[in-house]
């Protein structure tokens, strides 16, 4: 690609059919919004300065939701037509020579890859413009691409001005166009709201470029699948489901081993290394990256989290925010709820939550327990029914313990508190005091045995 390309993504409808309060281009499809997979894709053909949002309906949501990538924008406050849409920001983007390129909101499916050769046909001739086109089964509702002798695109017909000839024709306009911007915005100002609809209508362009004596090309997807707009939500769970396809399939070319690939999520942002094995209705999701050789159990949800190498997340495991090193095993049924640190080698075990806390390597909390706000030592060992006080109503504290501690089964820690290295907690203690390295701290109330009590209360029952 050596010429520059300025991108337009049509974003300013409400999309009636979503039947939502929600303006369409925010619904989420493979993890994201429509419009920032959008946005995404065309970040890879022009830098941020070249892109631009046109947006209307909810346009402040529109906005905050893609502006972190840097894009621009311009307002449709009245939509009247996808030609309106793009005349709304005549001003700047007429400054911009090279291709003016043409996206929709609510097309997310689309690759970078098609539109590099739709811009490539584009540069390789001298056509004021390439479209990009489908042939469908049954193309109901889109514009009839017709050609001419030539196979040069004499015009696009939309449904309702179609004749029955022009209804026949299977070839339907998509609506992504790479257009010579110099000639377009030298002729933008001829296209008229002379339609049953009023609106002012992009494809008009075709005609209108065809009588200056121009030609356009059009170039068909390989797969119509890619190009799939989304109008309802019936819609828009077939493109969730093709991003998933399509991210798993990519994961196991990849070298990822995917046990039922049809019931597993994994979000567009993540990242798995080789030899991994996600097991079946996981989801994977946000900005997660797992490393080699890992295990990520049946229906675990893992969020926003970082997973070094051969970590193992058991089965209905849920993990937030977190980071888990080298070696560490967590779950089956555990939750690391947010910010946690699992160090290398370290196991969570089943029922187990942690909150803000960091185990040290080789920790070990292996059943029923919940560590809030605390930092656990390496090689601790932290008993059964384990409870951190972490929150006194009205503020969280921390609980430290040191390295190689144990703290018995189903002790009490009251925060602020801090456990030395080495110590020793007896079971069922409850712990309110610091306790220094390699002391032992007994919480709890002595075991009286009285000898004999239970048989003399038999006994009394028979008299
Ligand atoms: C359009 C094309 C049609 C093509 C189809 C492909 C025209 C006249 N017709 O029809 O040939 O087959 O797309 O999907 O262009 N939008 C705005 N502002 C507006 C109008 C639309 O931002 O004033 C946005 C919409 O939010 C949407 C996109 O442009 O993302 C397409 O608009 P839509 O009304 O759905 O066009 P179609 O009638 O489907
Ligand atoms: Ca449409």
Known sequence: MQTPVTIVILAAGLGTRMKSRKAKVLHRAGGKTLVEHVVDTALQLAPAERVFVVVGHQAEEVRQTVSPQGVRFFEQREQKGTGHAVLVGREQLATLGGYLVILYGDCPLLRAETLRSLI????????????????????????????????????????????????AVREANMGIYCLRA?????????????????????????????????????????????????????????????????KVRELMLGGVTIEKPETVTVDAGVTIGMDSVVEPFAQILGNTKIGENCRIGACAIVRDSELADEVE???????????????????????????????????????????????????????????GDAQIGAASNIGA????????????????????????????????????????????????????????????????????WARKRRQLGKK
């Open 120 to 167: 490539a046909r584009a540069e390789g001739g001298s056509a004021a413009g390439v479209l990009l086109t489908a042939l469908m089964e049954d193309p109901t509702g889109y514009g009839r691409v017709i050609r001419d002798a030539r196979g040069h695109v004499a015009a696009i017909v939309e449904q309702k001005a179609a004749s029955p000839e022009q209804l």
């Open 385 to 452: 029914g384990t409870i951190t006080c972490n929150y006194d109503g009205t503020l969280k504290h921390v609980t430290r313990i040191g390295e190689r501690a144990f703290v018995g089964s189903n002790s009490t820690l009251v925060a602020p508190v801090e456990i030395g290295d080495g110590a020793y907690l007896a079971a069922g203690s409850v712990i309110t005091e610091p306790v220094p390295a390699d002391a032992l701290a007994l919480g709890r109330a002595r075991q009286t045995v009285k000898p004999d």
């Open 313 to 371: 997340i058991g089965p209905f495991t849920m993990v937030g925010t977190s980071r888990v090193e080298r070696g560490a095993h967590v779950g089956p049924f555990a939750r690391l709820r947010l910010e946690n640190e699992v160090g290398p080698g370290a196991h969570v075990g089943n029922f187990v939550e942690l909150k803000k806390a960091r185990m040290g390597a080789g920790a070990k909390a292996n059943h029923l327990a919940y560590l």
């Open 182 to 246: 110099d000639l377009f915005w030298k002729h933008a100002g001829e296209i008229r709201p002379d339609n049953p609809a009023h609106e002012y209508y992009l494809t008009d362009m075709v005609e209108i470029l065809n009588r200056a004596g121009h030609y356009l090309e059009a170039i068909q997807v390989a797969d119509a699948k890619e190009v799939l707009g989304i109008n309802n939500r019936q819609e828009l769970a077939e493109v969730d489901r093709l991003f998933r396809d399509r």
